[in-house]
């Protein structure tokens, strides 16, 4: 089944303690990016990847680290989460920027 | 990236009703113009989608229609049902850019 696979479902984790969520796809898409969705403020852009090892900011990076070594991986990482990086964490690909996404079921992370 | 405005923010219908929400944006290259059905507890998928070279598009009980002149694009679902109850999101494609997504809009079909 096409899909892409998001790790963990759920985290709660303390200020300062770094983690990374895991993202998977088998659908050999180009593109990939992370997504934060906060109530009021819809989906708002993270970080994205053209292709391996190709990787820029989106609308709020601050805080957040990529890397994309190989094209079905893309993990965000979270050096020093702080609590405003409470929110629900979506990863999607997709063939390239005029398609459309597929996303992961979601990552809803609590920073205390 | 490029804002779209997305309304209404929430929208009941009784059951078999129509359902229109509607998206305007500013720049007058964006190409591209999905929307997106969120069910509770899971992540936003692609509905439907219209490129710029047509005005309208249609799959079964949802319809996409798309205004370039003024700038806006709308999702329509008739005979609406209560699985048809989720938030919905636009987005679109600036030139050059990434997707840009709408605030969302939860509908509420009652029985």
């Known amino acids: 089944e096409a899909q892409v696979t998001q790790n963990p479902r759920y985290l709660i984790t303390v200020t300062g303690k770094k983690l990374t969520v895991t993202c998977s796809q088998n659908?050999?898409?180009?593109?990939m990016s992370w997504y934060r969705q906060d109530p009021g403020l819809g989906l708002r852009q993270i970080y994205y990847?053209?292709?391996?090892?190709?990787?820029d900011k989106g609308d709020v990076p601050e805080g957040y680290k990529v890397s994309r070594k190989e094209k079905r991986n893309f993990p965000l990482i979270l050096e020093s989460p702080s609590p405003n990086q409470t929110s629900l964490y979506f990863c999607?690909?997709?063939f390239g920027l005029g398609f459309g996404y597929t996303f992961g079921s979601g990552t809803r992370l609590t920073v205390v | 990236g490029e804002n779209v405005e997305q309304h209404p923010s929430t929208l009941s219908v009784q059951e078999g009703d129509s359902a229109v929400i509607k998206c305007t944006y500013s720049?007058?290259?964006?190409?591209?113009f999905p929307w997106y059905k969120q069910e509770l507890g899971k992540g936003p998928q692609l509905i439907i989608d219209?490129?710029?070279?047509?005005g309208e598009k249609k799959d079964q009980r949802i319809a996409v229609t798309l205004n370039k002149t003024a700038k806006h694009f709308s999702l329509h679902i008739t005979e609406t049902q209560p699985e048809d109850s989720a938030v919905y999101f636009c987005?679109?494609?600036?030139?050059?850019?990434?997707?840009?997504f709408g605030g969302g809009t939860r509908l509420m079909v009652k029985p």
């Open positions: 999607a690909s997709s």
């Open positions: 659908m050999n898409h180009e593109y």
């Open positions: 990847s053209m292709n391996v090892e190709v990787t």
């Open positions: 720049d007058s290259a964006s190409n591209y």
């Open positions: 219209i490129r710029s070279n047509v």
């Open positions: 987005a679109h494609k600036p030139a050059g850019n990434m997707l840009t």
